[in-house]
């Protein structure tokens, strides 16, 4: 939605990589219409989230929870399971 973008951008929804104290993996689908890669990853990659930890599925779109949702859940749970880990 081009109108949620520009209020976005004007009500600078910018994000500080440097206050996200948690691990965050970036889980992307190569066929991803609405954010094609490469062009969108940049972005991601090298100004909002560098420290993330980068997934890329092959054949999936821009949802992956719908595309491939077993596959969605393995991704979340082994990034919430190894931080609830390394708290103990």
């Not at 992307?28 to 930890?53: H, N, S, Y």
């Not at 992956?64 to 390394?86: F, H, K, M, N, Y």
């Amino acid at each position: 939605d081009p109108d949620l973008f520009e209020l976005a951008r004007k009500q600078d929804w910018g994000l500080d990589p440097d206050r996200i104290e948690c691990p965050v993996r970036l889980v992307w689908g190569t066929e991803d219409r609405i954010l094609p890669l490469p062009e969108a990853a940049v972005r991601f990659r090298e100004e909002w989230v560098p420290q993330a930890e980068w997934i890329e599925l092959n054949g999936v779109g821009h949802a992956p929870q719908l595309d491939v949702p077993d596959e969605a859940v393995r991704q979340i749970l082994e990034v919430t399971g190894g931080a609830a880990a390394s708290r103990r």
